[in-house]
């Protein structure tokens, strides 16, 4: 048997077919299940999203866990000190100044004006309740005590901060330096 060319063209337009059937039966049907199932899981996440809107029983969980936070907060700012314990303020500096074997060459008085005097209107200190007392120190020791005293003052146990410090030294008192420095503590009001 021949066959001739409109044998060949049918014969050929079988073979693809049975090929595009094949591939759809084999892999494209495959993917498409593959398709339907994501487009499933993506339903149900969208449906899962949409469930977990805003409620107000979340919102008043929300509001809870705010003001625990806001009590904790207020605890950690007892940092500050009560204006009327400004003695156990000076015993704390004195005993951490003599710790780090520097000595006190001058008293040690706070800015009273700042701790008694009027609050400026419109200032943090005012929304917060908490002022900034400066404590002038005249010190003499070593550099080495210097920064000791410095590194100590993450064990204090209030907030205290340093600043404008000076160091003078001389032929005669070398290798000890006069320094003077201004800390500051936080007084709540």
Do not use: H
């Not at 404008?164 to 709540?188: A, H, M, N």
Request: proline share 4%.
């Amino acid at each position: 048997m021949k066959f001739g060319p409109r044998e060949k063209i049918i014969t050929a337009a079988a073979v693809l077919a049975a090929l595009v059937i094949g591939w759809y039966f084999l892999f494209y049907s495959k993917k498409k299940s593959e398709i339907q199932s994501i487009r499933n899981k993506i339903t149900e996440m969208s449906a899962s999203i949409n469930a977990e809107n805003i409620k107000p029983e979340l919102l008043d969980s929300l509001k809870q866990e705010i003001a625990k936070l806001e009590e904790k907060n207020k605890k950690e700012i007892s940092l500050a000190v009560p204006k009327d314990s400004m003695e156990y303020v000076i015993r704390i500096l004195r005993e951490k100044i003599k710790a780090n074997s520097l000595e006190i060459t001058d008293t040690i008085n706070p800015n009273t004006e700042k701790l008694f005097g009027e609050v400026p209107k419109d200032t943090l200190e005012l929304s917060t309740g908490i002022t900034p007392i400066d404590i002038e120190l005249i010190l003499k020791g070593t550099f080495y005590n210097l920064m000791g005293f410095l590194d100590s003052f993450s064990s204090f146990p209030f907030l205290i901060r340093a600043w404008e410090i000076t160091v003078d030294t001389g032929d005669d008192i070398y290798p000890q330096l006069i320094i003077r420095l201004k800390v500051y503590i936080f007084v709540s009001k």
